[in-house]
């Protein structure tokens, strides 16, 4: 089959990115588990089924003629939802050349500071990431099965449109957290997408860590994007005296420097390689109150 048919499972933030950077006459199918966002799907350019945790008729005839999967459904206790439902389904695709599976820069757990990349050993902290390991396993013994490459993309902090530090600016939500030395890593929704079309343009497999070249302390992104707003920044909190939620916290406890030298070496050149980069166009060109608000780093995880 020469023209590419992709399939999204769990076409949400990310997902709507990747099909509004896609190329002209690209069929991509996407799932949601809410019919009432099926709307959104199609103006993203996606062609929307449900999936609740069941293989479906419909899906079942979309699988059957999808040249490129991608998976962006977090696993669960009893494992990845989309291998449990469809893993036959999947294995049995007739015209499928590649997937996609996104994970998260968790599954690194805490390394002090000190630059990981993709050869770094896994110490998942979080149930979460423990269960993304698991994952990403799954997802490469089963390519290795069927003979098929598996790109499984590793996502720090995912901002964008909707979704950044101006946004919390705006809406009073922002807080400068400062843990000394704490720095994370963030990626661009964009550039998920753009990796994503780069690799499935090659049908490349592997393991690749999608992140910017700049981790930075979070209280520092907060700081800018108000300089461009021209407010004043929120106060600093020191973090052991900051009301945060469980989930929150547990992301402070993991610190870690994130290469993306794998990626660069696979040809991809980023977008936005830095925050300042990203903040600077959404401030100029009003994009940065478009798309879903939400907090200023999604974590991937």
């Known amino acids: 089959m020469s023209e590419k048919q992709f399939f999204v499972f769990g076409a949400g933030y990310s997902g709507k990115a990747f099909a509004r950077a896609s190329r002209d006459g690209v069929t991509i199918r996407g799932t949601t588990r809410s019919p009432k966002k099926f709307a959104v799907l199609g103006q993203a350019g996606i062609?929307?089924?449900?999936?609740?945790?069941?293989?479906?008729?419909?899906?079942?005839?979309?699988?059957?003629?999808?040249?490129?999967?991608?998976?962006?459904?977090?696993?669960?206790?009893?494992?990845?939802?989309?291998?449990?439902?469809?893993?036959?389904?999947?294995?049995?695709?007739?015209?499928?050349?590649?997937i996609a599976y996104l994970s998260t820069v968790g599954v690194y757990g805490d390394h002090g500071g000190g630059w990981v990349d993709e050869r770094a050993e896994c110490r998942p902290v979080s149930k979460r990431s423990v269960m993304r390991v698991a994952a990403e396993q799954e997802w490469l013994k089963l390519g290795q099965e069927i003979g098929r490459p598996v790109a499984i993309l590793r996502l720090s902090g995912i901002y964008g449109p909707g979704r950044n530090a101006l946004v919390n600016l705006a809406d009073g939500t922002a807080?400068?957290?400062?843990?000394?030395?704490?720095?994370?890593?963030?990626?661009?929704?964009?550039?998920?997408?753009?990796?994503?079309?780069?690799?499935?343009?090659?049908?490349?497999?592997?393991?690749?860590?999608?992140?910017?070249?700049?981790?930075?302390?979070?209280?520092?992104?907060?700081?800018?994007?108000?300089?461009?707003?021209?407010?004043?920044?929120?106060?600093?909190?020191?973090?052991?005296?900051a009301q945060l939620s469980p989930m929150a916290r547990s992301f402070y406890g993991e610190n870690k420097r994130v290469s993306n030298a794998a990626i660069k070496a696979a040809g991809y050149g980023f977008a936005f390689p830095d925050y300042r980069s990203a903040l600077d166009q959404m401030w100029a060109d009003g994009s940065w109150r478009e798309g879903e608000p939400r907090s200023p780093m999604k974590r991937a995880d």
């Open 47 to 98: 062609a929307p089924l449900r999936f609740d945790g069941a293989l479906t008729a419909e899906i079942g005839e979309a699988l059957k003629t999808t040249t490129h999967l991608i998976v962006s459904v977090a696993p669960e206790e009893a494992g990845d939802p989309v291998l449990g439902a469809a893993r036959e389904a999947i294995a049995a695709m007739p015209a499928l050349e590649w």
């Open 175 to 241: 807080r400068r957290l400062v843990k000394p030395g704490q720095v994370f890593n963030r990626i661009h929704c964009d550039d998920i997408a753009g990796a994503l079309w780069h690799l499935a343009g090659k049908n490349s497999g592997g393991i690749f860590n999608v992140t910017d070249d700049e981790p930075a302390p979070p209280q520092d992104v907060v700081a800018y994007a108000a300089g461009l707003m021209g407010v004043e920044p929120p106060p600093e909190i020191a973090f052991e005296t």
